[in-house]
T-cell receptor
Framework: QKEVEQNSGPLSVPEGAIASLNCTYS??????FFWYRQYSGKSPELIMF????GDKEDGRFTAQLNKASQYVSLLIRDSQPSDSATYLC???????????FGSGTRLSIRP | GAVVSQHPSWVICKSGTSVKIECRSL??????MFWYRQFPKQSLMLMAT?????????EQGVEKDKFLINHASLTLSTLTVTSAHPEDSSFYIC??????????FGPGTRLTVL
């Protein structure tokens, strides 16, 4: 069974610091990797996706992928209180397939 | 990103009635849409994959006769909860698949069955 594992948290980070969120996946055939943010009571919002090994940056967010070690991470620079949310890691093995979601890491940015 | 809408955003109904939820992709055509359910403080649970013009594929344990899915066009999928009961009360969220396989989520429908 394909699995995506995340630490449930809560992860507490001071405002202005870097928040680091990690995720591991079990299926070596996975091809696409996604990070979503979900505020309480709201639906998930796509932050970014990554396909290739290495880093991908978008504003304050950097996604990192290491296929050999089967992990994906998300770095949030200059953390703001508005970044406090649950972050979902997700994986798919083709563009036409369903996405497997992790259970999410709750992030809390303390002022 | 792409925009996906859902209607209604919330609904309260009596036990035994049926409720229809609409999911629309507003600015792109989606051959594949997905329906999820999420209980408070729990993970997203995929219910079914909806493909335009064909029958939906349901996940194990999801009753296809209770949760009817219709994907009549490239921009519209509907979920009908038939004979709803209090245990069906949940947050129902649809998503539409983009070209890169990413999913764009609708805002969700909060269903309360009395």
């Amino acid at each position: 069974q394909k699995e995506v594992e995340q630490n449930s948290g809560p992860l507490s980070v001071p405002e202005g610091a870097i928040a680091s969120l990690n995720c591991t996946y079990s299926d070596r055939g996975s091809q696409s990797f996604f990070w979503y943010r979900q505020y309480s009571g709201k639906s998930p919002e796509l932050i970014m996706f990554i396909y290739s090994n290495g880093d991908k940056e978008d504003g304050r967010f950097t996604a990192q992928l290491n296929k050999a070690s089967q992990y994906v991470s998300l770095l949030i620079r200059d953390s703001q209180p508005s970044d406090s949310a649950t972050y979902l890691c997700a994986v798919s093995y083709s563009s036409a397939s369903k996405i497997i979601f992790g259970s999410g890491t709750r992030l809390s940015i303390r002022p | 990103g792409a925009v996906v809408s859902q209607h209604p955003s919330w609904v309260i109904c009596k036990s035994g009635t049926s409720v229809k939820i609409e999911c629309r992709s507003l600015d792109f055509q989606a051959t594949t849409m997905f329906w999820y359910r999420q209980f408070p403080k729990q993970s997203l649970m995929l219910m079914a994959t909806s493909n335009e013009g064909s029958k939906a594929t349901y996940e194990q344990g999801v009753e296809k006769d209770k949760f009817l899915i219709n994907h009549a066009s490239l921009t519209l999928s509907t979920l009908t909860v038939t004979s709803a009961h209090p245990e069906d009360s949940s947050f129902y969220i649809c998503s539409a698949s983009g070209r890169a396989g990413e999913q764009f989520f609708g805002p969700g429908t909060r269903l309360t069955v009395l």
